[in-house]
């Protein structure tokens, strides 16, 4: 089965602080992608990666970076949180092929 | 751009009834894929289901069956007889070229299975 694991369940940080969110998967997929969900919004896509060291911007993609410096791993930055980024946060990885993306267990983010 | 609409905010079924969980979508792509999702309370997405654009037969598997009817734009998830497991967030979603790309998520239907 594909894992896909997400560094932490529930995080709390600062506004202001520069925030980093892991995600590992196991099973050597090319895509990977961060989404944030929020009630009433679904999932909106903030950034996804085709491949090593590539990244496209999803369609909220405004005070995120992100990062994959190797296949099984893309992590999500905030520069310098702030409160209006407290969300679930979830990463997804996918082949190139017609199969769903698989996804980790979410990251509940709190920013005070 | 691609957008997925699900107009039923929340769902009360009675258990072992059937349910239908409505989702129409919209895009210009000729090629797609529609998928649907489980969101329990615990939070990890459950996939479900997978329908492709071009194929002809609606896809199923297991109680979970998609209503694909592609002229109406319209990809509804059936699930028969329903149980108390079956409570949760559903999300309809899509993306282009059958799958293998970023996914455009509806907001999502909470559905309650009472006893």
């Known amino acids: ?112 | 751009a691609q957008k997925i609409t699900q107009t039923q905010p929340g769902m009360f079924v009675q258990e072992k009834e059937a349910v239908t969980l409505d989702c129409t979508y919209d895009t210009s792509d000729q090629s797609y894929g529609l998928f649907w999702y489980k969101q329990p309370s615990s939070g990890e997405m459950i996939f479900l289901i997978y329908q492709g654009s071009y194929d002809e037969q609606n896809a199923t598997e297991g109680r979970y069956s998609l209503n694909f009817q592609k002229a109406r734009k319209s990809a509804n998830l059936v699930i028969s007889a329903s149980q108390l497991g079956d409570s949760a967030m559903y999300f309809c979603a899509m993306s282009s070229n059958f799958g293998n790309e970023k996914l455009t998520f509806g907001t999502g239907t909470r559905l309650t299975i009472i006893p």
């Open chain 1, 1 to 112: 089965d594909v894992k896909v694991t997400q560094s932490s369940r529930y995080l709390v940080k600062r506004t202001g602080e520069k925030v980093f969110l892991e995600c590992v998967q196991d099973m050597d997929h090319e895509n990977m992608f961060w989404y944030r969900q929020d009630p009433g919004l679904g999932l909106r896509l903030i950034y996804f990666s085709y491949d090593v060291k590539m990244k496209e911007k999803g369609d909220i993609p405004e005070g995120y970076s992100v990062s994959r410096e190797k296949k099984e791993r893309f992590s999500l930055i905030l520069e310098s949180a702030s409160t209006n980024q407290t969300s679930m946060y979830l990463c997804a990885s996918s082949d190139n092929s017609a199969k769903p993306q698989h996804f980790g267990d979410g990251t509940r983010l709190s920013i005070l």
